[in-house]
């Protein structure tokens, strides 16, 4: 009666070849980029020398902890919309990678920011901001999920304040900038996209690449589980109903 | 679709605001008194506090929201009175707006317009601009009682949900403060911000309610 | 044959991993009354706030044809609200004009009228809760378990106001436990 084996089924049967895809595609890529990085390429004294191979970490974190948020509320938004239960579990199982990949993130960018400015943090730097930001975004959306009665309960507050916070994150960073921007000091990263030389671009990239397949290999990792939870609980309630 | 209920819930909740004990008093209290611990604690130069001064003052005008809004709506849901707002003729939007519009008028506001008293604490030179500010204030504290207002009904069905409300609520309040505190200031690049300061209260009056309206729905649920 | 005034088909209800029920089925028409049966936890709660359109069933739908009332065990007072305050409250909220103090009157809440509800008996305030029925007339009657914490006098009043509802072309859904005391056109057991 309640058909929920139909879609999950499919997720199943694709993660089981694309996620060890993504995780040997993903360490091959980080290897490459981080092998590059911290010993290949050569160290830049204008942007602090030899730490600032940090950014070959750093960085793609960075990039991830957006992207993971913006994953996080596509998610939330299909489920609310169409109820496909695996965006549910999608949504889910995305929230404490992010909130571990933006934890990493302002990590390595305090690694960065002592040796280079001197001190554990900037308020100055707006990206590292708006990444604190999407620090909380992410615990509070798990704390909410978690203060739940049921499953059903969770998705839906999971649901709402993922919305409410994707549209008030591009707000939340204009006002970050705008902050910042009355400081007139230099972030932690200067240099992006077209004005870096390539020697860096390419490790860069192959980094944020490598990052992203891993993630993508642990989200379904964790989506795999999930599943595997609910339909035990699901038998299990069968089971004690007596069929 | 009728009005009357929104009319009738905006008047309980100015006089449930008045009728529990200290009412209103709590966070104007609270208010007050992180205001004065604050000099307390960082020292009595009157230049460093003219300084800090305004951005204390936001500070404590969020936490004395969030002190507020904790029973708003889980008060409703425990004693079923939400079930009866949820089933009027009235969009639940509009009655948890006119809910939350109530607190903060009873609550945010005299918080706002007792701002200039503050600030001649905090050593601020007197003139027409602290009126000019506790004008931000209020505007600023619109928009945190609205976004606050979200995290409350989220947290509508969670014992003890204080905390959940603040981690929600948090990253919400960022641009308004950042705004606000922004207004006050004469930096170059502040000039817009009174602009966007009343921009972000107006996006989350667009926006809260129908959010909050969400969250009731399914802490009734 | 009138149409019915609320119908509900094919419900089903989920809870966490537990199956309420599945697949219930009721309607009822003017003058009928209709009694949800079932243990406790059974999930007649659960229906009725289904059909009162509080809480999303996982399937089946419900269509109501005229405006209801609702009272159930969380009666909706606050601490320090009085019955006459309640009962003005809810008045205007629905924009009726009734004659508060005759309903309390009528509900024998006259004395308490002006008692904040953390000082009432629980019979007490579910008397103030279930003359919210009498504010405005609606045709539909969702009640759970009305008759809890009422005394003899409490039930026949509750009795009689029931049993006037539906002569009058009304109906009720009231989820009991133990003796109705009136006759019902259909139980529904879950």
Known sequence: ?243 | MSAQPIFAAFRQALAEAWAGGAGALLPLGFFAGTAVLVPLGIGTDPATLRAVGPGILWVALALSSLVTLERIFQADTEDGALDLWLQTEAPPSAIAAAKTLAHFLTAGLPLALLSPLLALMFQAQASTGLLVNAAYYAVGGLAFYFWGGVGAALSATVRRGGLLISLIALPLYVPTAIFGAMAMTDAPGSQNAPLLLAASALFALAVAPFAMAAALRLAAD | MTEPLLTGTGLGMIRGERVLFRDVSLEARMHETVILRGANGAGKTTLLRILAGLTRPESGAVTRSAPHHWVSHREGLKPHETPHEHLSLWAKAWGATANVDGILKFMGLSRPADVPARHLSAGQRRRTALARLLLQPRSIWLLDEPFTALDAEGRELVLSLIEDHCREGGCVVAAIHGEAGFGAANEVTL
């Open chain 1, 1 to 243: 009666m309640f058909s929920w084996f139909a879609n999950p089924h499919r997720f199943l049967s694709l993660s089981n070849w694309l996620a060890p895809a993504c995780y040997a595609g993903g360490l091959i890529l980080m290897i490459w980029g981080m092998w590059q990085g911290l010993w290949v390429v050569p160290k830049d004294d204008y942007q602090g020398g030899d730490i600032m191979r940090v950014m070959f970490m750093h960085v793609p974190t960075a990039w991830l902890a957006m992207a993971s948020y913006s994953a996080l509320a596509v998610m939330s938004f299909i489920w609310f919309i169409w109820r496909h239960e695996v965006a549910d579990v999608a949504a889910k199982a995305i929230a404490p990678l992010g909130a571990v990949w933006t934890a990493i993130c302002l990590a390595t960018g305090s690694i960065w920011g002592k040796p280079t400015w001197g001190t554990w943090w900037q308020w100055d730097d707006a990206r590292m901001m708006s990444v604190l930001f999407m620090f909380f975004l992410f615990l509070g959306y798990m704390a909410l999920r978690a203060a739940m009665d049921t499953r059903q309960k969770a998705a839906r507050a999971g649901a709402i304040l993922a919305m409410v916070g994707a549209i008030n994150v591009p707000l939340i960073h204009y006002s970050v900038e705008m902050f910042t921007s009355l400081h007139q000091t230099a972030s932690v990263i200067t240099s992006s996209g077209p004005k870096m030389s390539a020697v860096y671009l390419w490790p860069l990239l192959s980094c944020a690449l490598g990052q992203s397949l891993l993630f993508a290999g642990l989200v379904q990792t964790q989506m795999r589980t999930e599943i595997r939870d609910r339909r035990t609980a699901k038998l299990r309630a069968q089971l004690m109903a007596g069929g």
